[in-house]
């Protein structure tokens, strides 16, 4: 079978070779991009050659990659460096973490702007940052103080009552973004401002001399110390949709988000070129001391063009398409960095749809792929180890749960997931009265009805069509008929857009989450999350959430049986089918020093700097 599925793979990249040079897309390693849903903070391929059958170099044997550059020389002063983001898609430009949706907002945003607490390699909020916290003995009350010389890049003092701005903005009645979480809405006070009943948060307080501000929670929960806001937005900088200097609407598209937006870290932003560039200059001013670089350029460049870029030395940071792995690892002036990823890609099954007036997921009790089984049989059948090896040289591995393996504690290793098995599928099918009535080799549904199903997925990468082409016919070896919604593959804005309007046109899609450092997954996949596509609702789902972020979950072990349960469930009712984990593979100019990819390093951004 594995041959087969090989055999496969290696037609579709042949058949589809020069249909996809005239691909486009913001695409990801497995022609998936992911959102990104963080709760605070937070791509692409080479064809097969022709007439290639034989699998390609398995990795998996050799996945012992560092995680910092080897480079240990000093940074030069006033040095310069390029990063490129890889992608097809100019970038959307909404440069708020309030505000933004999409990951390369976020990679712009990382350089000029940052939360006032710091993390630690397990993602858990420290006092090395801008500011110091304590936590009230009831755990439900945090008191942040920003330390002394924390300036915004006008020279502006960063001051506590911008934080509470971060919040009001959030939790205003005319908030149309997704980051209305539950470690918002647990604020005290917050569901009232939320609504209109009030002007004010009444579990937020500021100092009088503003450099103090105390959070109290409804509920004591083990997330604020993984999930907790703590980037402000400047409140003069912005102007006051408090005061009605200006609304909601109008802060979204301004220049003071879209074109020069300020930030409190090491490099300010000094031009930006559209959805193609950012350039940023040193500030001198930055509370941690003077950056190591003068001048940083950020830039889209296509995923075609990516490997003679850094073969030029035109490129000194870059995550690299997981198929140009064994082209880029021969690359001699840069040095491969990877690690797993919090990050997941999967298989979506629309199930309802977003209540815009209650701003919660509603299912459909009638929906097309309404019977579990129908979707667990696609999970089985499903082949993501043909995938993950054959195109992505063992830095794909399947994937078994939501909860990815980063969070070591609470990801259930042992859960008993789908795997590639369409004779199961065809049995679970069968067992939900899908059966083929009419010889034509696809099945009818239970009341004989014929049934096709539409799949977006997006484009982006020479991977992307042979992934999607490759499940459908996974799905049709069970007698399954899937088709391409309209006919192709979807530009990223484009496909998202779909996506969260619940267009009728998608009854299963694939996508990619970029977690967040909290592994509460409340915010993908709960009740009144924005984020959760699928719309999938159940009651034992909103106690298990709950469970999760409950006072009783500083019990680490407690937290972890809820989580398990948790996975167990999603297991069981399907979703969404996660297919691969991923190894996230930077290359890095032999000339860069002080970098890594490593969460557990003590290096800070602003001493990433080169040597020549």
């Not at 459909?364 to 309404?370: F, G, I, T």
């Not at 239970?446 to 539409?454: K, P, Q, T, Y």
Request: charged share 25%; net charge negative; aromatic share 10%.
């Amino acid at each position: 079978m594995a041959k087969k599925q090989l055999m496969l793979l290696a037609s579709l990249m042949l058949v589809l070779s020069v249909f996809l040079a005239a691909c486009t897309g913001k695409d990801d390693k497995d022609g998936a991009t992911e959102k990104e849903p963080s709760k605070d903070p937070g791509k692409e391929t080479e064809e097969v050659e022709e007439g290639e059958e034989e699998p390609a170099d398995d990795a998996s044997s050799e996945l012992d990659f560092p995680m910092d550059v080897s480079n240990t020389s000093a940074a030069v002063k006033d040095g310069e460096m390029t990063i490129a983001m890889v992608t097809d898609t100019p970038f959307e430009g909404t440069l708020s973490r309030v505000f933004y949706s999409g990951t390369f907002d976020a990679d712009i945003m990382s350089y000029f702007d940052e939360g006032l607490l710091s993390t630690d390699g397990d993602y858990l909020i420290t006092n090395d940052g801008a500011a110091e916290y304590e936590i009230s003995d009831d755990n439900k009350t945090i008191t942040i103080k920003i330390k002394d010389g924390v300036n915004w890049q006008d020279g502006e003092p960063v001051k506590a009552s911008d934080l509470l701005y971060s919040y009001q903005l959030l939790g205003h009645p005319d908030y149309a973004g997704t980051r209305y979480t539950f470690m918002i809405e647990n604020v005290e006070g917050m569901p009232a401002y939320h609504n209109g009943e009030t002007k004010e948060i009444s579990g937020i307080t500021v100092s009088e001399d503003d450099k103090e501000i105390s959070i109290t929670y409804t509920e004591a929960t083990p997330s604020l110390l993984s999930g907790i806001w703590t980037v402000p937005s400047p409140r003069h900088h912005y102007g006051d949709v408090m005061t009605g200097e200006l609304t909601m609407e109008e802060l979204v598209e301004s220049d003071k988000i879209r074109v020069n937006p300020i930030g409190f870290g090491p490099y300010k932003v000094a031009k930006i070129v559209p959805g193609e560039s950012v350039l940023y200059e040193r500030f001198d001013g930055y509370w941690r001391g003077e950056p190591a670089l003068k001048e940083l350029v950020l830039k889209v460049v296509s995923s075609a063009s990516i490997l003679e870029a850094l073969k030029k030395g035109d490129i000194d940071i870059a995550s690299v398409p997981v198929d140009q792995y064994l082209k880029a690892k021969d690359i001699d002036n840069i040095e491969l960095l990877a690690k797993v990823d919090l990050a997941y890609t999967y298989i979506g099954f629309k199930l309802g749809k977003w209540d815009e007036a209650k701003k919660e997921n509603v299912t459909d009790p009638n929906a097309k792929l309404a019977d579990k089984r129908v979707r667990q049989a696609m999970w089985y059948a499903m082949d993501n180890e043909t995938i993950g090896k054959e195109l992505y040289h063992g830095l794909r591995f399947p994937a078994t749960s939501l909860i990815v393996p980063v969070f070591a504690g609470f990801h259930n290793a042992d859960i008993e997931a789908p795997s590639y098995d369409p004779e199961k599928a065809k049995a679970l099918l069968d067992e939900a009265g899908f059966v083929d009535t009419n010889g034509d080799g696809f099945r009818e549904d239970a009341e004989g009805n014929e049934f096709v199903l539409n799949f977006a997925s997006m484009s982006g990468g020479e991977t992307a069509e042979p992934i999607a082409q490759f499940y459908m016919q996974n799905w049709a070896d069970v007698g399954i008929k899937v088709q391409l919604t309209d006919g192709r593959l979807h530009e990223f804005n484009s496909f998202y857009d779909m996506v969260e309007a619940d267009d009728p046109k998608i009854d299963i899609y694939q996508g990619a989450w970029g977690t967040g450092s909290d592994p509460d997954p409340s915010g993908l996949y709960g009740r009144t999350a924005a984020f959760n596509y699928t719309r999938f609702t159940s009651e034992k789902n909103d106690e298990l959430l709950a469970a999760g972020t409950s006072e009783k979950s500083f019990d680490t072990e407690y937290r972890k049986d809820i989580y398990n349960q948790w996975q167990e469930l999603m297991v069981d009712e399907v979703p969404v089918a996660p297919t691969v984990y991923r190894y996230a593979l930077t290359a890095v100019s032999e000339r860069v020093v002080n970098y890594s990819i490593d969460s557990n390093t003590d290096l800070w951004l602003y001493e990433m700097g080169v040597s020549e």
